[in-house]
């Protein structure tokens, strides 16, 4: 299959219109020829990383409920009605399945842009912008990872301690007589993502919880929508301090009740190391010095390396010459890691995690990126908000189900359906 030409970034954040009329359109009045339906569902399953033969092996030690959902992966086609342009869309059904090994990547390349297009447009300087971020992870100390995986109220504890730190960062503590994390976000915004385990953390996959960050390079301020400032704002050994405090804060009172932790209480009460960083921008025409925390050139990568998949099945397999060994593999900072792990014990660690893999612990929006107060700063900003599902007003028609020796049975039914604003159909 040849490979589309590869497109700037300003091209990717907004397309120009093109002529829908492809080989998965077709006359409202047309039933499709089962090799239609195939060539449907064959181009969506050819889409994405090549995976490794023994994939299908690993998928038999899954739990039989996922692997049935992932075989079945783009096999059944859906049918709308486009009252616009008059005519029929097929689209493959993807299973969004934790162990599939084409829905991640899918997944990941829709909400990357979604990402960079809601971010671009809270920039007021430009007509079509480009996004402009900030990266900041921040890390659970260690001898508070098990109480994490135990205790549902650690993470969000910890998502406010990031925020207050914040807050106090750029001078939001003592305004309006709020708390200094609602202070702060009503003006700022960012989207924390949690990541679960550590890429190059050993023996993979390590339970090692942090929060990798992606804030706008704007705020509103009262009418209108400001730049933050090109440096951090205060010393790094500072925000250290203010984080280990924080987390001493929001922490403490959850080790005390309901059920007093008296071991986690003193540690809390003692100095203890604490982990954060800002990622620095790299050396460009436009910034030849790399100085400060704003990415631009390098915006869409920072914001798809954090809201990157950590655990896509696509790039598993199993040792060769030994069905027990599973190995994955990551890309690093600098080089390519392939962990080895026993094949029983790492997918009993990953199906234990997996509400903190997917779904929504994963990801969540704060300030003004999220869902009450993001079209309010976008307008602001000149433009109209990016919305992540676009209600197109598409007419279910029919289902055409896959069967298992190649046939397709069609299932009709008249529903008004949403069609995915992000989605990478056919």
């Known amino acids: 299959m040849q490979r589309a030409p590869r497109r700037s970034l300003r091209e990717r954040l ?82 969004g399945g934790y162990y599939c090994i084409r829905c991640p990547d899918t997944a990941h390349h829709a909400r990357t842009l979604y990402h960079a297009r809601k971010i671009a447009s809270l920039d007021s300087s ?3 912008p480009l996004p402009k971020v900030l990266n900041l992870v921040f890390t659970l100390p260690p001898e ?68 990798d960050i992606i804030i706008p390079a704007w705020k509103r301020a009262d009418d209108y929508m400001e730049p933050l400032r090109a440096t951090w704002p205060e010393r790094y050994s ?3 301090t203010r984080y280990q405090d924080n987390l001493r804060y929001c922490l403490k009172p959850l080790a005390l009740r309901p059920v007093r932790r008296p071991i986690i209480a003193s540690f809390l009460e003692k100095v203890f190391m604490t982990d954060w960083h800002a990622s620095r921008p790299p050396r460009t025409p436009t910034n030849p010095t790399g100085r400060g925390v704003i990415h631009q050139e390098s915006a ?20 060769e010459g030994d069905e027990t060994t599973l190995v994955y593999t990551v890309q690093g900072r600098r080089t390519q890691v392939d962990h080895q792990v026993p094949l029983g014990p790492a997918l009993g660690q990953l199906e234990s995690i997996r509400a903190w893999m997917t779904g929504r612990m994963t990801r969540s929006w704060a300030g003004i990126l999220s869902r009450t107060s ?23 028609k029919a289902t055409y189900e896959w069967n ?6 069609a299932t009709r039914r008249q529903v008004v359906a949403q069609a995915d604003g992000e989605s990478d159909a056919t």
């Not at 038999?60 to 005519?87: E, L, M, N």
């Not at 298992?404 to 049975?409: A, I, L, R």
């Open 238 to 240: 500072k925000t250290n």
């Open 126 to 128: 430009e007509a079509e």
């Open 300 to 319: 869409l990568h920072r914001i798809r390396y954090s809201c990157r998949p950590l655990f896509n099945m696509a790039n598993a397999h199993l040792l």
């Open 14 to 95: 907004y397309p120009k219109p093109i002529d829908k009329i492809g080989a998965n359109e077709i006359p409202p009045s047309v039933d499709p020829a089962p090799s239609l339906l195939d060539e449907v569902s064959e181009a969506a399953r050819e889409r994405g990383k090549d995976f490794h033969a023994s994939v299908a092996r690993i998928l038999d030690h899954v739990p039989s409920v996922d692997a049935s959902t992932v075989r079945r992966c783009a096999r059944d086609i859906i049918r709308f009605h486009d009252p616009k342009t008059g005519r029929d869309i097929m689209l493959p059904i993807r299973c």
């Open 144 to 211: 508070l990872h098990a109480w994490a995986r135990e205790d549902p109220r650690v993470l969000p504890g910890m998502r406010r301690a990031i925020l207050r730190t914040l807050g106090q960062a750029y001078g939001y503590e003592g305004r309006a007589g709020l708390p200094v994390d609602r202070a702060a976000f009503r003006e700022l915004g960012a989207i924390m993502n949690l990541h679960a385990i550590g890429d190059e953390a050993a023996p993979w996959p390590k339970w090692a919880p942090h929060y």
């Open 374 to 396: 993001y079209d309010a700063a976008a307008r602001l900003a000149g433009h109209t908000p990016v919305r992540e599902r676009e209600k197109k007003g598409f007419v279910h």
């Open 404 to 409: 298992h020796d190649g046939t397709y049975q």
